[in-house]
């Protein structure tokens, strides 16, 4: 499966001040083909840090936005990628390259959210998005 990419992140938060602070991608046969965390331009709140256990210590060394976003966007380009809550992990992609003062085509040749296929298949409704 060449052209799948299965793509993770963690985050300063859910807001709209939320960055990237760490992103792993595998390709279709299991392979990493990124995992780096990401210094925000903000501090991580406690309870982001609560649930993935990074903080701004483990930071100080790593590349900001700006240094991975060429490699980032190289490796998802015309590729299809599977996401757990997607719409999620896309507009970060989107305010970290924007806080970050850069800019990045994200032109995957799709998208599909697997937190939403997962839901289907499982058969949970979710009331708020009637879907």
């Not at 793509?7 to 392979?31: F, H, K, P, Y």
Request: glycine share 6%.
């Amino acid at each position: 499966m060449p052209d799948i990419l299965v793509l993770d992140t963690e985050t300063t938060g859910l807001g709209d001040d939320a960055e990237i602070i760490e992103i792993g991608i595998i390709n279709g046969s299991g392979e990493t083909v990124m995992n780096t965390l990401v210094k925000p331009t903000i501090t991580i709140p406690s309870d982001a840090t609560a649930i993935h256990g990074i903080t701004d210590d483990d930071l100080l060394n790593a590349p900001d936005f700006s240094e991975i976003s060429d490699e980032l966007e190289g490796l998802i380009q015309s590729k299809i990628l599977l996401i757990y809550n997607a719409d999620y992990d896309l507009r970060l992609l989107r305010q970290s390259a924007r806080k970050s003062k850069v800019r990045i085509k994200l032109e995957p040749a799709s998208v599909r959210c697997i937190m939403l296929e997962y839901a289907e298949y499982f058969g949970e409704w979710n009331k708020k998005h009637q879907s």
